[in-house]
């Protein structure tokens, strides 16, 4: 089979610049898996992707001319129904022959083998490989189908009369096999070797393909494009470096706004632009915010991460004098900096008290009522968490009285006032700056910084790997808005369901996860939801149970994402700790305990034990009496237990769980010995109810920290 390099470009219209990357990967990534599956490609072909603003391509190595013969191997049907008494085809061979496209001449060629108890009737032959075109013709379709396309638009072709279904208006498309023109048709396009470059600065237009290898290299040099998006990603990051160091600054670090600014030039030129110094007055994440959404712009930062009056553009065009692109540029930023500054300015003139009751008047949730009554929920699961705080002891957090007196008034103001920012013009404008902005005016208005910084905190952790709330009150706030969200969504039935969770649970979840684990929070859990309850009163059913598991599984799925393994995870949680803030510690012990030699066999042992006591009828024994203890093995492991388990035990009570689990290690001789030589259910009652309560006794020791049988392989 002869092999060259294969290139596949789509020329269309802009396409959408948030969804280029993935149209791009899996524009490529289809086409080059359906060609290696139809055995057009091997294994070792290497996919190259491109994706410009106006183009999707794919160029791939070592394609075939055409797939590789395979033999395959059709059962037709029973012997006893193809063929009769004297062995001629039947009517129903002859057409099955047929639906094959075969005629009676192939019969003697058949084979005969058992399949199952009847004896059938196989073919074998060969499948002829498919040619390149017609297999290209396939993958193509199949990756158009597939494109993951945000939004689809309906244009008409040249012919007036048909109409297209795409992303965007297609204009070209090519297949080059080496130099070889391959005749591939798509969205009423026939395939050539033109495509188009730079809309203004092509050094010639059309841009002629020589072949498939040549692309990259001629749409640079011929066309100014960098087509492959990671390169003009690179390009971009390193100008803007280079750039910003040249004022001794750096540019803010924005993954989605460098790929979304990738996906909108075809050959990128960085230039320098200000604004006028007046404009740092405005709070920086609003300058920042209206620059990257509404600009595409890249805010530079002094080595304080503070802004400055500086910003990057990144251009689609390199004109010799940069100079009007600059200005022109400086000149549209001004009035998106003006409205910032004049909607912070008329925010300040009325309090975040007096906004609260216009609360009232916004809704939260058709079931649940108005943010109003809303942050009054809010402020009453703080109360409770307070009161909760009030009951800490070593080694959780642990507050003075007249500290968690001043936290509970704290949270109380906050938690009525942490919404009210919403009615402000900003964040009317930048939704994404909500908490921010209060923060900002609670400060501005003389509110204590510890309020002001809570109100800022609250809906943190907003996403994976954010910081926490800076202090307690925002700790409290945080917590009591995120279980406000979760028990009162849950309580009206509205869970998540597979990839749908609109109204962010999950996140939630782990947000409350990690407020309760990475503060060391002296809070149960379960008693924290139970106490919160209440406080929506006849609004919702009960969903303490629903919710529980909730947690439970993303506390689950966190734990893995961490690096813990699925056997340490299942046999920390199967106790369900109610104080979150002792699973970390609970985790290291149990990895601690499955390194030691005694373990696996440790482990074996407990699960042993736990699958007896669950068939124990009625209430199991607890008392273990001396004089019953009839074989020296049973002997020893009370007596052992005897001595061990206060060891532990106390251990276990100071919070030392790894120490704890590893004093239980001097159980396994005493275990093993015992199971080897003494029979539990002895037929003697009086003998098994008291082997059942050393085992139960037993059980109990070696189950404290983690369910230890979960590590049994």
């Not at 084979?111 to 290209?136: I, M, S, Y």
């Not at 307690?472 to 998540?496: M, R, W, Y």
């Not at 120490?659 to 290690?665: C, K, T, V």
């Amino acid at each position: 089979m002869t092999t060259q390099n294969l290139l596949v470009e789509l020329f269309v219209e802009e396409l959408p610049p948030k969804a280029l990357k993935k149209l791009g990967q899996s524009f490529a990534g289809t086409l080059a898996e359906s060609l290696k599956v139809q055995g057009l490609a091997g294994a070792t072909s290497v996919a190259t992707a491109y994706a410009s603003p106006r183009r999707l391509a794919l160029h791939l190595t070592d394609v075939g001319t055409k797939a590789a013969d395979k033999p395959v191997q059709h059962k037709l049907m029973p012997v006893a129904v193809a063929l009769t008494a004297t062995g001629e085809a039947t009517p129903a061979l002859l057409k099955k022959l047929l639906g094959l496209g075969l005629t009676a001449d192939v019969v003697p060629q058949l084979q005969r083998r058992v399949d199952g108890k009847a004896e059938t009737l196989f073919l074998d032959a060969v499948a002829p490989g498919v040619p390149l075109e017609e297999g290209l013709q396939k993958a193509l379709d199949e990756a158009l189908a597939k494109l993951p396309i945000p939004k689809v638009m309906t244009y008409q072709l040249a012919d007036g009369w048909s109409d297209v279904k795409f992303v965007r208006p297609a204009h070209g498309l090519v297949a080059l096999h080496g130099e070889q023109l391959l005749k591939l048709y798509a969205l009423g396009l026939t395939a050539g070797r033109e495509t188009q470059g730079h809309r203004f600065e092509a050094a010639v237009s059309p841009v002629v393909l020589q072949n498939a290898d040549s692309y990259a290299t001629q749409l640079r040099e011929q066309g100014a494009v960098i087509a492959s998006f990671d390169e003009r990603r690179d390009e971009i990051r390193r100008q803007l470096d280079a750039a910003a160091a040249k004022l001794g600054l750096k540019p803010i670090e924005d993954d989605a706004l460098l790929d979304e600014v990738t996906a909108l030039v075809e050959r990128p030129n960085v230039l320098t632009c200000q604004f006028e110094a007046e404009y740092l007055a405005v709070p920086q994440e609003c300058l920042i915010l209206t620059m990257k959404a509404n600009q595409k712009y890249f805010p530079l930062l002094d080595g304080h991460g503070k802004l400055t009056n500086h910003f990057l553009l990144v251009s689609n065009i390199s004109p010799e004098d940069a100079s009007a692109v600059i200005g022109g540029n400086e000149r549209v930023v001004r009035p998106r900096l003006a409205d910032a500054k004049f909607f912070f300015d008329q925010d300040r003139k009325k309090t975040l008290a007096s906004r609260v009751p216009g609360l009232a008047k916004v809704v939260y949730h058709g079931k649940l009522g108005t943010q109003g009554e809303r942050s009054e929920r809010v402020a009453r699961i703080a109360h409770e968490i307070v009161q909760q705080l009030r009951m800490a002891v070593y080694p959780y957090t642990v507050l003075a009285k007249d500290e968690l007196d001043m936290l509970e008034h704290k949270a109380h103001e906050a938690a009525l006032l942490a919404k009210t920012d919403l009615l402000t013009d900003m964040v009317g404008e930048f939704p994404e700056l909500q908490g921010i902005m209060g923060g900002y005016y609670a400060r501005a208005e003389g509110l204590r910084d510890g309020v002001a910084i809570a109100i800022e905190d609250h809906y943190k952790p907003r996403f994976a790997g954010d910081a926490l709330p800076r202090n307690h009150t925002g700790t409290v706030l945080a917590l009591a808005d995120k279980l406000e969200t979760l028990i009162g969504l849950f309580g009206i039935g509205q869970l998540p369901t597979g990839d749908k969770d609109p109204f962010a649970l999950r996140r939630h979840a782990l947000g409350v996860i990690r407020l309760l684990i990475e503060k060391n929070l002296s809070l149960e859990l379960p008693a924290l939801v139970k106490a919160a309850v209440p406080v929506f009163g006849e609004l919702i059913q009960d969903p303490s149970a629903a919710l529980t598991t909730f947690l439970a599984d993303r506390l689950a799925v966190g734990l893995r994402d961490q690096g813990y393994s699925a056997q340490e995870v299942d046999a920390v949680l199967a106790l369900a700790p109610a104080r979150l803030g002792d699973v970390p510690r609970r985790l290291e012990a149990v990895r601690a305990f499955a390194a030691l030699p005694e373990a696996a066999s440790l482990a074996a042992a407990n699960k042993r034990v736990g699958n007896i006591l669950k068939k124990v009828e009625g209430t199991l024994p607890t008392e273990v009496s001396a004089e019953l203890l009839k074989e020296p093995a049973e002997q020893a492991l009370a007596a052992t237990l005897a001595e061990l388990g206060p060891k532990a035990d106390a251990l276990f009570e100071a919070h030392d769980y790894a120490a704890s689990l590893q004093a239980l290690a001097g159980l396994k001789a005493p275990v093993d010995a015992f199971f080897d030589d003494v029979m539990v259910n002895a037929e003697d009652v009086a003998l098994r109810n008291n082997r059942l309560a050393l085992l139960g006794r037993l059980h109990a020791a070696m189950n404290r920290v983690a369910d230890l049988s979960r590590l049994a392989s």
